[in-house]
């Protein structure tokens, strides 16, 4: 394994803009895998409820590759569950598969009424998150950088609707949008506090269901961009935005938000959007987290790898949550490419 006894500090100088000439290779989003999850002896569902065993999974993974990172929580769910909303941990899928919501709060935005918890550190699943936070830092956060991820706020609106309602209501926006958007905002501020307060490098808000490739680049400035300018100017830096999907025509909007860093997946064209930027922010991708890292093979994942460096990553990250089939294998061979 490459030497990376100075990885923790390149990669806090990095977040703060100074570049240090080594392109690290982290991630602020989830970063588990079956094997490591397999070596622990644990279940993915159980991992969640106990914070013992949440801090143990997230350090598995730099652990047995070296990856310069960990990052909790393992599921993008906790703050909609702290609103209301139902979670499945998929306890009887015949194999690990992440958390999801599987019941809506309201049939449309209209009808959605949030109740916020006066101390969220108390609510749901947070104690255990914040706990296993602390955890980590005290275990592994003099070798490695800790990450925290929230959903962004229109991400987090699409977990209280039926599939794909939300979009449906965009050809329409019910008056109380705004109103909605700007809770979810102050919730997910509050929440990324505390995930900074109990041992959080750095946070990254992943707007996947927002991304410009998803509701597009006008829906997106007029839905997302001042809600994200609202979280990013009221959170402690560092801070990533992350976004999915064909996002180099919309680069430009991702940096209006004011992030520290932009994450983006393979379908975007980094080179372009380097020149785009310019210095910056940075620019962090953008491996393909299945056809590379889960599916490929250790030539794919070094192409790749030496694709996206020369394109102008500042840093190489998967484009998106690991899938849980990554092999560590091809971690390791991620994080030896990118040395």
């Given at each position: 394994?490459?030497?990376l006894?100075?990885s923790?500090?390149d ?10 000439g080594r ?9 588990v895998t ?5 070596e622990l ?8 409820h106990?914070?013992?065993k ?8 730099p ?7 960990a990052?909790l929580p393992?599921d993008?769910?906790?703050?909609a569950?702290?609103?209301g909303a ?7 899928a ?6 999801i ?12 009424r949030?109740?916020?918890p ?5 609510a ?7 706990q ?6 005290d275990?592994i ?11 962004g ?5 699409t ?8 979009y449906t ?9 705004v109103?909605v ?5 102050e ?10 307060e109990s041992g959080?490098?750095f946070?990254?808000?992943h707007?996947m269901?927002g ?7 006008k ?6 961009v ?5 979280l990013?100017s009221?959170l402690?830096a ?5 976004a999915?999907?064909?996002?180099t025509g919309?680069?430009g909007l991702?940096?209006q ?8 997946d393979?379908?975007?064209d ?5 020149v785009?930027l310019?210095?910056?922010p940075?620019?962090f ?7 590379i890292?889960a ?15 020369g ?18 294998e091809h ?5 030896i490419?990118?040395q």
């Amino acid at each position: 394994m490459p030497d990376l006894s100075n990885s923790r500090d390149d990669i806090l100088a990095l977040l703060r803009g100074k570049r240090r000439g080594r392109v690290p290779c982290f991630s602020g989003l989830i970063s588990v895998t079956a094997d490591g999850l397999r070596e622990l002896g644990y279940a993915f569902s159980e991992v969640h409820h106990d914070s013992v065993k949440l801090a143990a999974a997230a350090a598995s993974t730099p652990r047995l590759t070296g990856f310069e990172s960990a990052v909790l929580p393992l599921d993008l769910c906790v703050e909609a569950e702290v609103l209301g909303a139902n979670v499945d941990f998929r306890s009887s899928a015949p194999r690990a598969e992440y958390p999801i919501v599987n019941r809506p709060v309201a049939a449309s935005i209209a009808d959605l009424r949030l109740n916020v918890p006066a101390d969220l550190s108390q609510a749901g699943r947070l104690p255990i998150v914040l706990q296993a936070l602390r955890m980590l830092q005290d275990q592994i956060g003099q070798t490695v950088v800790i990450g925290a991820v929230v959903p962004g706020p229109f991400t987090l609106l699409t977990w209280f609707m039926p599939p794909g309602s939300v979009y449906t209501e965009l050809m329409h926006p019910p008056a109380n949008l705004v109103k909605v958007l700007d809770e979810l905002t102050e919730m997910l501020i509050a929440v990324a506090r505390l995930y900074r307060e109990s041992g959080a490098d750095f946070i990254t808000v992943h707007e996947m269901g927002g991304s410009p490739g998803v509701i597009g680049p006008k829906r997106f400035e007029q839905w997302c961009v001042r809600p994200l300018q609202r979280l990013f100017s009221r959170l402690p830096a560092p801070h990533v935005l992350s976004a999915c999907g064909r996002t180099t025509g919309s680069i430009g909007l991702l940096a209006q938000t004011g992030a520290n860093a932009l994450s983006v997946d393979q379908l975007n064209d980094v080179a372009q959007s380097r020149v785009t930027l310019g210095v910056e922010p940075l620019l962090f991708g953008n491996i393909d987290p299945v056809k590379i890292l889960a599916d490929g093979d250790e030539a794919m994942i070094r192409w790749a790898v030496a694709d996206a460096i020369g394109a102008g990553v500042d840093a190489v990250w998967p484009g998106c949550d690991l899938s849980l089939l990554t092999p560590i294998e091809h971690l390791r061979a991620m994080l030896i490419a990118a040395q």
